[in-house]
């Protein structure tokens, strides 16, 4: 493990706690308010529900004070799809995203660096910000058979970062037809990648063509690159990895539906309003979900 040994080689910088959630994001809450920048490391995102209670309380507090007191920090989470062990607990596709809390979820290690750099000027200016990993993508090299297509390289400048604001279209490969015929699928985290495997079936089964695949990483609130782009595409399809009623993409649904941002066609697919077994793996957002959600698109 590329982190075995680390506290005890930068002792004064990274601290081993007990798992105990609320007590690490107390002690989070102490060290910014002494002027410190926190990073909260919370091993699975439903084990944030553990320590709920303190961390709506670290994020109200900034408006409790009228700005007086924030608790700038970042909390780290993992969840979303294809666990090894532990099912549920170590899956857990629900988010809780108060106001006041920036939630952000990459699909890669180029724009998990590029956007961990803004999470800390974000975190020095005081805002509380929530980057939640996907298991499923911590190991992942291959999008198609054996293409070595999601290994990245990583981004040296360390003046290169990626905003709340900044989304990533990956553009058609199969391209025909007039721009009127465009059709955007949106997503984040290994719905990326479902996505793009969605896109190779859809172009070669289906006859789809002009389909971008746009990861939109930010989930509590709408970027303002998503507002940008979607007025190009005739037809819309937001895929979710988080379960329905709990998918944070239908709230931006609404808000871009309200702004007349959408198109007449488009379409919510998320994953199933249950919990996630072990060993199993049709609980969640799937290729054959993304498919059917655009072939909708025809009906």
Same mark, same amino acid.
Not at 193 to 209: I, P, Y
Not at 219 to 239: M, N
């Given at each position: 493990?590329?982190?075995?040994?680390?506290?005890?080689?930068? @002792?004064?910088?990274?601290?081993?706690?007990?798992?105990?959630?609320?007590?690490?994001?107390?002690?989070? #809450?102490?060290?910014?308010?002494?002027?410190?920048?926190?990073?909260?490391?919370?091993?699975?995102?439903?084990?944030?529900?553990?320590?709920?209670?303190?961390?709506?309380?670290?994020?109200?507090?900034?408006?409790?004070? $009228?700005?007086?007191?924030?608790?700038?920090?970042?909390?780290?989470?993992?969840?979303?799809?294809?666990?090894?062990?532990?099912?549920?607990?170590?899956?857990?596709?629900?988010?809780?995203?108060?106001?006041?809390?920036?939630?952000?979820?990459?699909? $890669?290690?180029?724009?998990?660096?590029?956007?961990?750099?803004?999470? +800390?000027?974000?975190?020095?200016?005081?805002?509380?910000?929530?980057? +939640?990993?996907?298991? $499923?993508?911590?190991?992942?090299?291959?999008?198609?058979?054996?293409?070595?297509?999601?290994?990245? +390289?990583?981004?040296?400048?360390?003046?290169?970062?990626?905003?709340?604001?900044?989304?990533?279209?990956?553009?058609?490969?199969?391209?025909?037809?007039?721009?009127?015929?465009?059709?955007?699928?949106?997503?984040?985290?290994?719905?990326?990648?479902?996505?793009?495997q969605a896109r190779k079936e859809l172009e070669d089964s289906h006859g789809w063509h002009n389909i971008t695949v746009i990861d939109s990483p930010l989930l509590s609130a709408v970027p303002a690159g998503l507002k940008k782009a979607?007025?190009?595409?005739?037809? #819309? #399809?937001?895929?979710?990895?988080?379960?329905?009623?709990?998918?944070?993409?239908?709230?931006?649904?609404?808000?871009?539906?309200?702004?007349?941002?959408?198109?007449?066609?488009?379409?919510?697919?998320?994953? @199933?309003?249950?919990?996630?077994?072990?060993?199993?793996?049709?609980?969640?957002?799937?290729?054959?979900?993304?498919?059917?959600? #655009?072939?909708?698109?025809?009906?």
């Amino acid at each position: 493990m590329v982190t075995e040994g680390i506290a005890k080689q930068y @002792p004064k910088r990274i601290m081993d706690f007990p798992p105990d959630e609320t007590s690490l994001i107390a002690a989070g #809450v102490g060290y910014s308010q002494a002027g410190l920048l926190p990073i909260v490391e919370i091993p699975y995102a439903k084990y944030l529900d553990c320590g709920a209670d303190i961390f709506f309380e670290a994020a109200i507090s900034n408006w409790l004070t $009228n700005g007086q007191q924030p608790n700038g920090m970042i909390i780290r989470l993992q969840g979303f799809d294809r666990g090894v062990f532990g099912g549920n607990f170590h899956t857990h596709n629900m988010l809780h995203i108060p106001p006041g809390v920036d939630v952000v979820c990459y699909s $890669n290690g180029h724009d998990y660096a590029k956007g961990f750099r803004y999470l +800390v000027q974000q975190a020095k200016a005081g805002r509380m910000v929530m980057s +939640v990993d996907s298991t $499923n993508l911590l190991n992942l090299r291959h999008v198609q058979d054996r293409d070595d297509a999601w290994r990245r +390289v990583y981004p040296s400048d360390v003046n290169d970062h990626l905003t709340f604001d900044d989304v990533i279209s990956y553009p058609p490969t199969n391209a025909g037809g007039g721009q009127g015929d465009a059709v955007a699928i949106v997503t984040y985290g290994n719905g990326v990648v479902t996505a793009l495997q969605a896109r190779k079936e859809l172009e070669d089964s289906h006859g789809w063509h002009n389909i971008t695949v746009i990861d939109s990483p930010l989930l509590s609130a709408v970027p303002a690159g998503l507002k940008k782009a979607l007025p190009a595409y005739k037809q #819309v #399809v937001f895929a979710d990895i988080c379960k329905e009623g709990q998918n944070p993409l239908s709230g931006h649904v609404a808000l871009l539906q309200q702004e007349r941002l959408l198109p007449q066609q488009w379409r919510c697919v998320a994953a @199933p309003r249950t919990y996630n077994p072990l060993g199993s793996v049709i609980t969640f957002l799937n290729v054959p979900d993304v498919v059917g959600a #655009v072939n909708s698109l025809r009906e």
